[in-house]
């Protein structure tokens, strides 16, 4: 995943901060549960988008990076940042714009890395989830809510790369809930948490809280 990724996102973030959660509830559950996992927790966020699940988590974690591959996204976080701290909110936020493989090569390391809606769109599951581990100390937790491609119907597989073709869509990388919690453990992780909190139907986006062995 690089630039042509980054491009995507960049023109797709005004409109992407303006669509409403699909899944209130579903994301209420998945904040309520991710605070409970992370007090004082030196946090990083990958594809944090335009920062909604940040400024909801920040202030149970001890500090908090939240970071997105397009420089569009993280210019729209940064100006709900700042709203935020306009109107009272303190918490130990900062955006960036960085992938987790910028973040491994600098050595970083975090106590939690978060993943909303972001591991099926960070390109090679195995070589993201090599880096994720890296970034973490002994002991660290991965959490993770994200699409399994792998586990929808066959029609919305096949039109994805038709609609990446024309531009419609990011690239996308497609494994299923199982396959995803394989890899996790592969990737040298021990998983503590495999949950399902949408609140409609079918809930393909398993909430997966997993410890770095
Ligand atoms: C579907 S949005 C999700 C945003 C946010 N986490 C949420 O749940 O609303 C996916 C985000 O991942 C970012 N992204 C895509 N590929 C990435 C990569 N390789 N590294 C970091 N961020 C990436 C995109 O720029 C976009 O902001």
Redesign the pocket.
Known sequence: ??DK??R???R??RK?AASP?GDEAGFERTLARTRALIPGARAV?????????ALRLADAAGSYLA????G??IAIAQEKLEDARRTGFNGQLSFRQ????ILADEGARYDAVL????LH???DLAA?LGHIRSLLVPGGLFIS?TPCVGDMNPLVRLAIPLMRLVGKA??VTTFSAASLAEAISAAGFEILENERHGSKKRDLRPFIAARAL
């Open positions: 995943m690089g990724d980054a995507f996102w960049d797709a973030a992407y959660i966020e990958l594809g944090c988008g335009t920062g909604t699940a970071t997105d591959i397009s569009g996204m960085a992938t987790a493989g993943g909303f809606n972001y769109l960070a390109g993201v809510k990011p690239g």
